[in-house]
């Protein structure tokens, strides 16, 4: 059975990709840069040299570029063998709402929001028929509060993880077997905060644990999963705050981010 992972080239996509290898998958792997998937190709293959391991790659931005994936997917692999889908690929934009640059942060959306959309709904359509699979969507601890200067991303991610919650209800109440589930992690040490001129002080979890708490939630049947204890402590007290408090503490917390 193949498991599908988008944005595989780095961070916690090409740790679930690596993860995946280890619990047996075939995989595809997707994201922009070839030459980084080809990398890891290579290293799960030497690894796994009875894997089969395709690589697709793709700008999910573009809303033809998300249905070309399922499409070669389904070719490549058939629609009946795809067994777990990621949706990992993302971008932040950092910065206050009125100067951010509007197509950066429309090209966020596209990515964060519509490419989640779009792929959870093509291939659980296919899980359903076929009577199995799990649809991991990563999300973040961003998507269950507001985020003032990082407000995009806080509010891709809100949609990220209202969306898998309601998708995984729905499935339960239908009986059926596919699972769909939210990864939820706080602060993460991979390229992404830089990448979206974010800094980042204090403790982060590594990719490789919020990879592996995340595919064996799934696969557990779990709705959310947020790695790490500090991370759902803060999660449950940022909900005890109410939402403007929350915010106004948020605020102060992500200002002292600034990277530039």
């Given at each position: ?59 999910l931005s573009k809303r033809e570029e998300c249905v070309r994936l399922f499409e070669e997917c389904c070719a490549q692999a058939g629609s009946q063998n795809i067994d777990f889908v990621v949706n990992n690929a993302g971008m932040g934009v950092y910065g206050l709402f009125l100067d951010t640059d509007l197509e950066k942060e429309l090209t966020l959306i596209d990515l964060n929001v519509t490419s989640v959309h779009i ?142």
């Amino acid at each position: 059975m193949y498991a599908l992972v988008t944005g595989a080239s780095a961070g916690i996509g090409l740790e679930i990709a690596k993860y995946l290898a280890v619990k047996g998958y075939d995989l595809i792997l997707t994201a922009r840069r070839e030459e980084r998937l080809q990398k890891l190709r290579g290293q799960i293959l030497n690894k796994y040299p009875d894997r089969k391991v395709l690589v697709i790659p793709a700008d999910l931005s573009k809303r033809e570029e998300c249905v070309r994936l399922f499409e070669e997917c389904c070719a490549q692999a058939g629609s009946q063998n795809i067994d777990f889908v990621v949706n990992n690929a993302g971008m932040g934009v950092y910065g206050l709402f009125l100067d951010t640059d509007l197509e950066k942060e429309l090209t966020l959306i596209d990515l964060n929001v519509t490419s989640v959309h779009i792929l959870s709904k093509l291939f659980l359509r296919e899980m359903v028929k076929n009577g199995r699979g799990v649809l991991l969507n990563v999300g973040s601890c961003a998507g269950f509060t507001s985020g003032p200067t990082f407000s995009s991303y806080y509010a891709s991610k809100n949609y990220v993880v209202r969306l898998t919650e309601a998708i995984h209800e729905e499935l339960r109440q239908a009986g059926s077997p596919v699972k769909v589930c939210c990864l939820c992690p706080g602060p993460v040490d991979t390229a992404f905060n830089k990448n979206s001129g974010v800094l980042v002080s204090g403790r982060q979890i590594t990719a490789k644990q919020a990879a592996r708490e995340g595919v064996d939630g799934a696969l557990s049947g779990k709705m959310l999963v947020i790695p790490g204890t500090k991370m759902k402590l803060v999660t449950v007290g940022s909900h005890l705050l109410g939402e403007h408090l929350s915010t106004v503490i948020n605020y102060h917390i992500q200002k002292k981010k600034a990277g530039k």
